[in-house]
Every structure is written in structure tokens, then in C-alpha cells.
């Protein structure tokens, strides 16, 4: 078997399960910060010849300019592109050549890059990640190059994918002071404004040591990885420019909002969307076990009413979007051919009223937590889930052994508990409602297709 091949199959033995590893166990690590104000967190575990490699920095969306939007995922992008020692080109090349896998994600709080590969790989890992914090490669070849890219995936995601402007839809519309009122993929006229300068400013704001933290978690010798830790990222100067957070509230919504979205699609959809508390907080369990409540599996509320007795639904879903800052309950609906999105939001709505009056059954409950459990259990058997879950509960609440202990805040949800959030925050005042509609039903659309049609020559009678 080749070498490339082989370390393939461990990759992939890795990324689905480490079966080695106890279920509910404890998850040990150390963690340390350098001079320079990176925080360096280390999970050792044997199971397979594995590691991965992340670094999150606290940049997404919200730190924007409003008038340069989507620069947090153009660096996604960007920082790719190479440095003063990697050539143009060779990132992924060089990490795919030794058998591992890469990739990157933004939202609208934080940035996330990351490494899969064999653990004898831990170095090459460790170099190229510091080469992107402190030598990545921001010129006029790289912007442009990148400029082309997201633009296309712009494009290809959002323009030309059906419902693909409903997050940005939902975004727009739910807050208006907070900045989560624009989606990361931001506006493509401002990366096209932006100067070469505003790009370095930007990258010497928030790529620096002192906004990141270091993960790395599975096949590794601590003391041989702090070693190379130190020779690689200790002297890496710390950031000379205050990092901006926002500091404006969202004011609290005070009544419904309503809005119609036409777009390239077949079907109507609705969205309903809701104010939740921020991630973290004792509501927010009880509210992620209510989406799922709704909307998880064949059983859930809204696939057996809507969908499957109803008809009124080909899918639907419910989910929430957890932030830094408080987030979003999410209910969507795709409709069925011949239903209206008026008939499809009244189901919707009907079944989150029976909620609020009934609240769980015993049944539902138990399944609830059962879910829960089984997930955050299964994203904890992954290396890269061990990494991810501990460079958010470092990077946004201050904690990494949230990882420990995260599991018992779903377990001290009670039914009560998601009866009361679902009428403390379901409620018409505290709801954006959203019609995703045909371009087809847009108001004088008829008229201009008949203009149209008027305007051909029509065939002579004979």
C-alpha cells in the first residue's frame, strides 16, 4: 500500500471515530499562553497516528467596517495564498503531500483554520500556521486572485442557488444596530473598493498571537510539541493595534416584522425567526432542545404535522444560530406545489403555539435529550471536534473545560424549561417573518410578461 494511501485510511479512521477513546470520559489538556499573548491549548490521545492542527482568531463579520464587508471571509481566502517562505500556490499542495487534509471557515465571530494529517506531520503543520500569522503573503497578485474567487463563490452559493439569499434575507432584517445585519459573505463592490493598505491594516488588526488561540489535539508528545511551539510562534511579536469589538445592543424588538422576498425559486418558502439569548446561558440549552423539538428527525413536531400529515411542507426545519452575542431561532418551510406561503406560516405557527401550551411530552423529552447527548458525545470522538469544540469555549467564554461540562447544562434542561422558553421567546413581538417568494408572484410581474408578450409581433390573421 502507498504511503499517501495508507495515511488516507487513518485520516479517515480519524475523522469519523476514534473508537479508543471513552465516550463520556474526561477530556485531559494543558494549556498555557506565550509571552506574546497566544493561547496554546494541548489534548493529547494515542488512539490513531493522528493529528489536527487549528488556529481560531477572534475576527468574523461583526468586526467589519460596514463599508468594507466580507473582509473576515476574503482572509479566509486570502491567507491561503502563501507567504514570504511558502511560494504561491504550495499551502495545500504541502499539506496534501504529506498525507493530510486542510481547510478554513468564518462566521459572523471567529475564523478557524485547521489541519489533519499523520502525527509524524506535527511540525510541517505547526511552521505553515505561523507562517500565515505572521509572513502571509498580501499583495496585489493575491488580492486580485482572491477578488475573482469569492466573487465566483458568491456567485455559486448565494446569486444562483435556489433560497441562497435567505440567510443574508434573515440577517438584513432581524437586527438593526447589532453588526450580525450582514452575512460574511459581505457585499462583493466593497472587496472591490478596498486598497492594498486597507487589507494590511486589517491583517496586522486581527491575524496577530495576542487574538488567537492555538489547539492542537491527538497523537502528540507535550513536551515535543511545545518544544516546536516555542521555536516556531514564540517570537511572533504581538499585535501594536487595539482589536475592535462592537459595543452597541441590539434594542429589543417590540413587534413583528414582516417582509417579502422575491427571488429565482419554484416554491414559496417562510422563515421565522426569533431573538434567543446568546450562547452560553442556561436558555440557550433549552432553546437548541426545542428546535430540535420541532424539527430533528422523522418524529419531530414539524415533519410529522406539516409535512407528512399536512402536506403543506416538502421540508422544514428549525434550528438556531448561536453566537458571540445573542443569536437567532431559525423556523423554515419550503412549500408544497399549490400551497401558499400564508397557508404553510399558519401551520408553522400553529405548531409552535401547541408548544407553548403544552409544552413536551414524556416521549419527546426523553428522546430530546437522548439527541443531545449522542451529538455533543460524537463530535468529541473526532480530533478536529475535540480541537474546534475546545478553541470556541476558550475563544468565546473564556473556558476549554467547557468540554467537560458542557453535556450536564443539556442535562439540566427540564420540560418546563423548554415550555417556558418557547413562550418567553416565540412570541409575535419578538418574531421576523419572512415570504421567500417566486419572482413569478412579485406584484406586477404578470403585467410586464404580458407587456412583453404584447410587444412580439402577433401573426397575421387570415
Not at 479508543?20 to 489534548?43: C, D, K, W
Not at 424539527?295 to 399536512?310: L, P
Not at 421567500?436 to 387570415?462: F, M, N, R, T, V
Amino acid at each position: 500500500m502507498k504511503r499517501k494511501a495508507f495515511y488516507g485510511l487513518l485520516l479517515g479512521a480519524s475523522m469519523l471515530t476514534l473508537g479508543a477513546r471513552q465516550a463520556a470520559a474526561t477530556i485531559t489538556f494543558s494549556e498555557y499562553t506565550l509571552p506574546n499573548g497566544l493561547h496554546v491549548i494541548l489534548q493529547e490521545d494515542h488512539s490513531t497516528p493522528i493529528v489536527a492542527v487549528s488556529v481560531m482568531y477572534h475576527v468574523g463579520s461583526k468586526n467589519e467596517d460596514p463599508q468594507r464587508t466580507g473582509f473576515a471571509h476574503f482572509f479566509e481566502h486570502l491567507l491561503f495564498e502563501g507567504s514570504e517562505n511558502i511560494k504561491r500556490g504550495e499551502y495545500m499542495k504541502n499539506i496534501q503531500a504529506a498525507g493530510g487534509q486542510l481547510n478554513a471557515n468564518t462566521t459572523q465571530d471567529r475564523t478557524f483554520y485547521y489541519e489533519v494529517l499523520p502525527s509524524n506531520q506535527l511540525e510541517l503543520a505547526l511552521w505553515m500556521e505561523s507562517e500565515r500569522m505572521l509572513h502571509a503573503k498580501i499583495d496585489a497578485t493575491g488580492v486580485e486572485t482572491q477578488r475573482k474567487v469569492v466573487k465566483e463563490e458568491k456567485k455559486q452559493r448565494y446569486d444562483n442557488t435556489p433560497y441562497g439569499q435567505l440567510i443574508n434575507v434573515i440577517f438584513e432584517n432581524a437586527y438593526v444596530k447589532y453588526p450580525y445585519n450582514w452575512s460574511p459573505i459581505g457585499k462583493e463592490q466593497y472587496i472591490d473598493q478596498a486598497t492594498l493598505e486597507e487589507f494590511m491594516n486589517f491583517y496586522k488588526t486581527f491575524y496577530v498571537p495576542d487574538n488567537a488561540v492555538l489547539v492542537i489535539s491527538g497523537d502528540i508528545n507535550q513536551d515535543q510539541a511545545k518544544t516546536l511551539i516555542a521555536k516556531y510562534y514564540g517570537d511572533i511579536p504581538k499585535g501594536t493595534k487595539p482589536i475592535p469589538r462592537p459595543t452597541v445592543v441590539e434594542p429589543e424588538q417590540k413587534a413583528e416584522k414582516r417582509v417579502k422576498f422575491y427571488d429565482n425559486v419554484q416554491l414559496p418558502a417562510v422563515i421565522l425567526a426569533y431573538h434567543i439569548a446568546k450562547q452560553g446561558t442556561d436558555d440557550y440549552y433549552a432553546l437548541q432542545l426545542l428546535t430540535n423539538l420541532l424539527s430533528q428527525g422523522k418524529s419531530s413536531r414539524f415533519e410529522k404535522e406539516i409535512v407528512d400529515k399536512q402536506e403543506k411542507a416538502v421540508q422544514a426545519a428549525a434550528f438556531d444560530l448561536g453566537n458571540e452575542a445573542p443569536g437567532l431561532s431559525v423556523m423554515l418551510g419550503i412549500a408544497s406545489q399549490g400551497v401558499s406561503a400564508s397557508d404553510l406560516e399558519k401551520s408553522m405557527l400553529a405548531e409552535i403555539e401547541k408548544v407553548k401550551k403544552e409544552g413536551a411530552t414524556a416521549e419527546e423529552f426523553t428522546k430530546l435529550q437522548n439527541q443531545a447527548e449522542n451529538d455533543f458525545i460524537s463530535q468529541n470522538q473526532k480530533d478536529i471536534g475535540v480541537a474546534t469544540n475546545l478553541a470556541t469555549y476558550y475563544t468565546f467564554q473564556g473556558n476549554a473545560n467547557l468540554i467537560n461540562t458542557e453535556l450536564d447544562r443539556y442535562r439540566k434542561v427540564t420540560k418546563d424549561d423548554i415550555k417556558r422558553v418557547a413562550n418567553k421567546y416565540l412570541t409575535k413581538e419578538n418574531r421576523l417573518v419572512v415570504h421567500y417568494l417566486p419572482k413569478s408572484e412579485e406584484p406586477g410581474a404578470a403585467g410586464k410578461d404580458a407587456g412583453k408578450d404584447a410587444a412580439k409581433p402577433q401573426p397575421k390573421k387570415k
